[in-house]
């Protein structure tokens, strides 16, 4: 028999100062993305509104599945309407409801407030959440931004909070969710969540909900900058008796995959944990000796280069940063886990605090033309400070610093003293330090919005900005035979949306999709026909969609996938889950046309060479036969076939 429950949703208006509750059938709400097509669709009407208005719903909700004994369940999934994409999007952070000891599935935030707030939502154990909001002044909240005991950005926010609410934090478990100066100033501000132990930052452990734009839209549609949380909620109430306990679900694992729980979690995890045949573990340590040559560089341009180059630059990166990074992170055995149970252990934690993925460190690195780990460290650091997204700051970096090379940019109309080296032909290890030096200063100007071209960008998007920019320096355009409009690599939605790819060389991170910037998506190194491509990455997508709407770290993907259907059948009557999310996905599809929001064909050149080189690089001999003859023509059958492909299997 079935868990009988609803989806209970704590609404916040931070305008009025007041809060509810609704509840919603499992029929027809029973998750995040669910839940955010309701309120945006239908409720609110975002579709038709300036993405800063405050009706701008930002829901951030859990799966089912938390409060379980189940691993990786208890990610903060948060939808909304993006500034960047101008659509609807989804980004999680691991770990972040493991502390949400609240009677509520999710917190849904409208409104917005006159000042700067920090939301306080706890429960105290009779399943009546309680919200307060306390106020503070924006000068006394750039100040703290700027340094507060010895920390910067969002963890000298924490630190703040940490001492403010210090009886909060121990009495309730607490933990937080909290945006940088990037919300403030740029459209690709972070949600941050940190760790914590009896109040205090467990530094590496911390996580973002970074992709398009979620911090930025909590700020700058409804002014909140903080929102603690914690309670004494029994979470557990929540769940089917089956899966509170490891020893019933090693049961049900037995049954469903022949092998106990743990050693399946682990099995399937192995890349994430540590992989005994590389002798390396996380995404940083697997992806550089996967990737090899088609790992991309100096803002996508390692493209144009010829083999024995970019074996020599990628040479340096495992000489100067997986090398390192083994022996900082793996050798020592320096892991942690995102603040809930977990045997994968994914953050690989360096030097007692820096947490070492393959993204930030690849945007923040390699993109930008850093080849050494403790000149990225720096970077990264910085970006995750102040609250970005590390994926779109390393382009936004990259395609400064390309456009400085090739002189379409001076150095001191950015507030840099030197042009960065960006020759990849004669680059050198030396050049690294340089580089990440001058990216430090384009990080700070962006969170501050200091600089007139940087503040452009971070507040227009890399797409409409390198727009802009092909206008106000026409004749530098002209005079140098290159747009800046030409530079950066995205995915591309309507008039103005776009977000720039993950970083791995593929098409399935550019093709047209209603939801990218994430793995909704095929992203393994392959060029195959467009109709063909579009059927996998519409299979990855509904999948990817399923497991974190529901919650699931998609680390676990390699069991959970197989059995999470199952899992919301058997326990909590959800028939054909699949079916349901394939329904939502086309629902996005349909409020992404009524934003302005759908795909449309690339607008870069770059994104076209993009797609004409991955051909010849993976060596589909037809497709590399027409992009000889046409590219522009080819680019576009591609697309369109793919595009064509994706509507008759959506509906």
Not at 4 to 33: G, M, Q
Not at 387 to 412: M, N, S
Not at 499 to 508: A, D, H, K, Q, V
């Amino acid at each position: 028999m079935s868990f009988t429950r609803t989806y209970r949703a704590l609404f916040i208006d931070v305008a009025e100062r007041k809060h509810w509750i609704e509840e919603f059938p499992l029929n027809e709400v029973f998750s995040p993305i669910s839940l955010a097509l309701k309120l945006h669709m239908e409720r609110y009407k975002t579709w038709s509104k300036p993405v800063y208005d405050p009706s701008n719903a930002l829901v951030l909700g859990t799966g089912l599945f938390a409060g379980s004994k189940l691993y990786g369940v208890h990610r903060f999934v948060a939808v909304f309407r993006s500034p960047l994409t101008k659509g609807l999007h989804a980004s999680a952070m691991g770990g972040a409801a493991y502390q949400f000891n609240v009677n509520a599935d999710a917190i849904v935030v409208i409104g917005r407030s006159e000042k700067p707030l920090i939301l306080k939502i706890y429960d105290e154990g009779d399943g009546n959440p309680k919200v307060e909001y306390h106020e503070i002044p924006e000068e006394m909240l750039v100040n703290i931004w700027k340094g507060y005991g010895g920390f910067k950005g969002v963890y000298a926010l924490q630190a703040y909070l940490s001492d403010l609410f210090r009886d909060f934090y121990e009495t309730f478990n607490g933990r937080s969710i909290l945006v940088g100066p990037a919300a403030m100033n740029t459209n690709m501000g972070a949600l941050a969540s940190i760790t914590l132990v009896k109040g205090k930052m467990d530094y590496g452990s911390e996580d973002f909900a970074a992709r398009a734009g979620g911090g930025s839209v909590l700020y700058r549609a409804h002014k909140v900058a903080a929102i603690v949380y914690g309670g004494r909620f029994d979470r557990s109430s929540k769940v089917p008796v089956e899966l509170r306990d490891l020893r019933s679900i090693n049961e049900i694992f037995q049954g469903l995959a022949k092998k106990a729980y743990v050693e399946f979690v682990i099995e399937s995890g192995t890349k994430y944990r540590y992989d005994p045949k590389m002798n390396t573990g996380g995404t940083f340590g697997g992806n550089y000796p996967h990737l090899k040559i088609t790992t991309p560089m100096f803002n996508w341009n390692m493209i144009y280069y010829p083999k024995e180059v970019r074996e020599k630059l990628h040479s340096l990166i495992m000489k100067h940063m997986w090398e390192p990074f083994n022996k900082e992170a793996i050798e020592t055995r320096s892991w942690k886990t995102c603040g809930e149970p977990c045997p994968l252990a994914c953050k690989k934690v360096r030097l007692g605090k820096y947490k070492s993925d393959y993204e930030p460190y690849n945007g923040l690195g390699p993109i930008i033309g850093v080849f050494d780990i403790h000149d990225a460290e720096k970077v990264v650091e910085a970006g995750d400070a102040y609250g970005f997204d590390a994926i779109e700051l390393g382009q936004v970096i990259g395609f400064v610093f390309e456009a400085l090379h090739k002189g379409l940019l001076r150095p001191e109309e950015v507030g840099l003293s030197s042009k960065p080296f960006f020759d990849p032909a004669k680059y050198t290890i030396e050049n690294s330090k340089a580089n990440a030096e001058l990216a430090l200063k384009i990080v700070e100007y962006l969170a501050f919005g200091v600089n007139p071209i940087l503040r452009l960008i971070g507040e227009e998007g890399l797409r409409s900005a390198a727009k802009l920019l092909d206008l106000l320096y026409k004749e530098r355009v002209e005079e140098v035979k290159k747009k800046f409009s030409d530079l950066p690599v995205y995915a591309v939605f309507g008039e103005r949306g776009h977000i720039t790819p993950n970083y791995y060389w593929t098409p399935g991170l550019v093709a047209p999709l209603p939801v990218l910037g994430k793995y909704w998506t095929v992203y393994s190194g392959l060029f195959t026909d467009p109709e063909e491509f579009a059927a996998k990455s519409y299979e990855r997508a509904i999948y990817e969609a399923l497991l974190e709407d529901t919650g699931f770290c998609r680390f676990h993907r390699g069991w959970a996938e197989k059995h999470v259907s199952t899992l919301l059948e058997k326990y909590y009557g959800i028939e054909k889950p699949l079916e349901k999310v394939k329904h939502l996905y086309k629902k996005v599809s349909e409020y992404q046309e009524l934003a302005g929001a759908s795909p449309v064909f690339w607008d870069s050149g770059k994104i076209i060479d993009f797609m004409a080189k991955a051909s010849e690089e993976y060596q589909n001999q037809k497709w590399l036969g027409l992009f000889a003859i046409d590219k522009e023509k080819a680019a576009y059958e591609w697309w369109s076939k793919f595009y064509q492909k994706l509507k008759e299997l959506t509906g």
